[in-house]
């Protein structure tokens, strides 16, 4: 059984095992996201200021792109917390306002919250910031649409 396999047949869903094992292939690997926290609806992730993820060199900006995986794969992870189990999804819709540039030099914290789940469609919300909470970096909100394995 290959890990992925491990997750989908796990009891409950482990957030840390899931960034623990994205953190390591595909995009959140190239990232190098890694786990920091979570609850009953949320998850905690965050991404390490590197020079290889600066958008503009002369500002030391890390870029969007990085910023917005980092909170795609938080709120997708806040999904599978609030239901317990990990699910195929895919997303439909991310909103991100950026409110101002990362402080260069500084880790990038993304907090998803899952604030609503229908029987297709998950609702979810969420900031990324470098330390500071009350001075968010951006503000997200989206919609996931639940997918079935296809047999």
């Not at 609850?39 to 917005?68: F, K, N, Q």
Request: hydrophobic share 40%.
């Amino acid at each position: 059984m290959n890990a992925g396999d491990a997750l989908r047949n796990m009891q409950g869903f482990d957030p840390k095992l899931f960034a623990e094992f994205a953190g390591r292939v595909g995009h959140g690997g190239a990232l190098r996201i890694d786990y920091r926290d979570h609850g009953a609806d949320w998850a905690e992730l965050s991404l390490d200021y590197r020079e290889d993820l600066i958008g503009v060199e002369e500002t030391g900006v890390i870029a969007s792109g990085p910023i917005i995986s980092l909170m795609d794969m938080a709120t997708s992870t806040a999904i599978w917390v609030k239901i317990g189990r990990f699910r195929h999804q895919a997303t439909l819709d991310m909103r991100v306002d950026y409110l101002r540039p990362a402080t260069p030099g500084r880790t990038i914290i993304g907090r998803g919250e899952c604030y609503r789940i229908t029987s297709k469609i998950a609702f979810v919300r969420g900031v990324a910031h470098d330390g500071d909470l009350g001075d968010p970096v951006a503000n997200v909100t989206g919609t996931f649409m639940f997918m079935e394995k296809r047999t």
